[in-house]
């Protein structure tokens, strides 16, 4: 059947023919060529391209290598690999655990595998699961997998997608590791009621009427498939974004911790959001992975490194365009203050903190707060710094970071693990330190605060970060 039918449709030029379905095929087709195909119902159609799919990835006949490559650029997008590769494991074969309130979840196998992947999978299946959740077996997977988001990316985009998921990635043979959550809480019948009152109403994306064509394409990207606020908006009790997109004063105002880590509000606020930084800013920062403003750390390593990098420059300007029309909340306005660079720099280290800070961190950070253009991010001004929760600025000071390698940046430059250096007090004191000097104000830390998470933090291994 194959050699019969594969040349055929080959012979006929006819591009995604697997993709578009039927219907956009007779759309494109001459009246007399349609006869061609009499026997062909929609069904057999779609068997023979399930059928042919994953021969054609291994052999080099593929039908539409531009589909297959949009699809690539699109799951990059979508940063896939960040929850469907596992440590070391292969590319899209799951496995990762991802750990929730209700117990551990593991991402599943969505190569083309036929008995373990998604192989056996049409484009309905695909593009359903996507939206709603729903999977080819019938029940609802858990909204770690971030559907809510994903059910705003357009047909032509899903099936380009599928291309992709179906020609250009390697099948593997791994079956999906079942969830570590107790019963009854492991049952899943109650997430069609999730679904229902939390996602309802799955839509592919519309532009607003009247809005600007390149703030339409970011929040496409953004509330999409980038799904930013799966980290950057606050959840309810429940677990569902309190928002989904732009009109909600929520979205994208900051979100919980995500591995100890806090996603920091990006909107427009001035002090605590991406208020001073100007589009170019936010561009720079999603391709290599710092400005001279800020660097990428924890949790966004990985979306720079394995996503974000990889977009176009157009596509990069419309996501900064779209979150600069984003409106803050708050009316706090930052201005420097030079008191305790003064001070620094005459030597006069009576400010709690000053101490610490002049012999761990001046030489990359410097005494102005300023940083070192790119290299080392400032720290006077920077959202991430004077955020209500000040898990980051601890964790980053326990354990250091390293910046994620990007194609334009391809050294990672770290920030030194300090927990074997400094005691709770110090670390406490230098932490209060920056979140109160250069005309920074946030609350202190306690040395409580850092015993907690000194013993409670465990480092997740990055391996997106590696070189
Ligand atoms: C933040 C993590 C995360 C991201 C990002 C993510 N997924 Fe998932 N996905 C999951 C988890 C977890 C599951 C399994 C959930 C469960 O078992 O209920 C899943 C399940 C799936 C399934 C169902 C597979 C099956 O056999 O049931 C498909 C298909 C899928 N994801 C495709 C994608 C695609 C395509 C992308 C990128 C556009 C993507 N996912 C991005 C976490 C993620
Ligand atoms: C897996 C969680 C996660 C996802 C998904 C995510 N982020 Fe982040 N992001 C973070 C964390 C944590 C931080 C704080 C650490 C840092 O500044 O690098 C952050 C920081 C940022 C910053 C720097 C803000 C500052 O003031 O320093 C920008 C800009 C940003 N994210 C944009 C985005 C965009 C755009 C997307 C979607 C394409 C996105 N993020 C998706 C977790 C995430
Ligand atoms: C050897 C140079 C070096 C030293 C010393 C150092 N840092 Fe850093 N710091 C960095 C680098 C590099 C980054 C960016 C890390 C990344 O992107 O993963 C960073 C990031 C940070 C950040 C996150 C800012 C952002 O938006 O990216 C904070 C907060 C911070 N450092 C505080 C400190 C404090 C406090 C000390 C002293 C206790 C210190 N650092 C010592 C190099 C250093």
């Not at 069904?43 to 059928?51: A, G, N, V, W």
């Not at 290598?65 to 940063?79: F, I, R």
Request: glycine content about 8%; hydrophobic content about 35%.
């Amino acid at each position: 059947m194959r050699t019969r039918v594969l040349p055929f449709l080959k012979g006929k030029k006819q591009k995604n023919f697997c993709y578009f379905g039927p219907q956009s095929f007779h759309r494109r087709r001459p009246k007399s060529a349609k006869r061609l195909w009499f026997f062909c119902s929609k069904r057999s159609f779609l068997f023979y391209c399930l059928l042919l799919a994953p021969s054609i990835a291994l052999s080099q006949s593929d039908p539409n290598p531009a589909l297959v490559t949009q699809g690539k650029y699109l799951a990059q997008a979508g940063d896939c690999t960040a929850c469907h590769t596992s440590l070391g494991g292969q590319s899209f074969a799951g496995g990762l655990a991802i750990s929730s309130p209700i117990g551990t979840i593991y991402s599943s196998n969505i190569t083309p595998d036929k008995t373990t992947g998604i192989g056996t999978w049409s484009y309905d299946d695909f593009a359903r699961l996507m939206r709603s959740g729903k999977t080819k077996q019938g029940y609802i997977v858990y909204p770690a997998m971030p559907y809510p988001s994903y059910s705003r990316i357009t047909d032509p985009d899903m099936h380009a997608l599928y291309a992709y998921f179906m020609l250009g990635v390697q099948p593997v043979d791994q079956a999906d590791r079942r969830p570590g959550i107790p019963w009854p809480l492991s049952m899943r019948w109650p997430l069609h009621f999730w679904r229902w009152f939390f996602a309802p109403g799955a839509q592919p994306f519309t532009a607003a009427a009247g809005q600007d064509a390149q703030v339409s394409r970011g929040a496409y990207l953004v509330e999409g498939l980038g799904h930013c606020g799966a980290c950057h908006t606050p959840r309810d009790l429940t677990l569902q974004e309190e928002s989904l997109t732009g009109d909600h004063a929520s979205y994208l105002s900051g979100g919980g911790l995500i591995d100890g880590w806090v996603p920091v509000d990006l909107r427009s606020d001035d002090t605590t959001g991406l208020g001073r930084w100007n589009t170019q800013d936010i561009v720079y920062f999603l391709k290599t992975g710092s400005n001279d403003k800020a660097a990428a750390f924890g949790a966004m390593g990985p979306v720079v490194h394995n996503s974000t990098q990889y977009l176009t420059d157009s596509d990069l300007a419309a996501i900064a365009a779209y979150l600069k029309s984003l409106p803050g909340s708050s009316s706090d306005t930052f201005t420097y203050d030079n008191t305790e660079t003064t001070a620094l720099d005459s030597g006069d280290e009576s400010k709690q903190g000053a101490a610490v800070y002049l012999a761990s961190c001046d030489v990359c950070h410097s005494a102005n707060g300023e940083g070192y253009r790119e290299a080392f991010p400032a720290l006077a001004g920077n959202p991430v710094v004077v955020a209500d929760n000040p898990s980051s600025v601890i964790n980053i000071i326990l354990d250091g970071a390293r910046r994620p390698v990007t194609q334009t940046s391809p050294s990672a430059l770290v920030m030194p693990t300090l927990a074997w250096k400094l005691n709770d007090q110090q670390i406490a004191d230098v932490a209060t330190f920056i979140r109160t000097s250069w005309g920074n104000h946030a609350a202190g830390v306690t040395p409580d605060e850092v015993a907690h998470l000194r013993k409670t933090y465990k480092p997740v291994p990055n391996r997106e970060l590696s070189p």
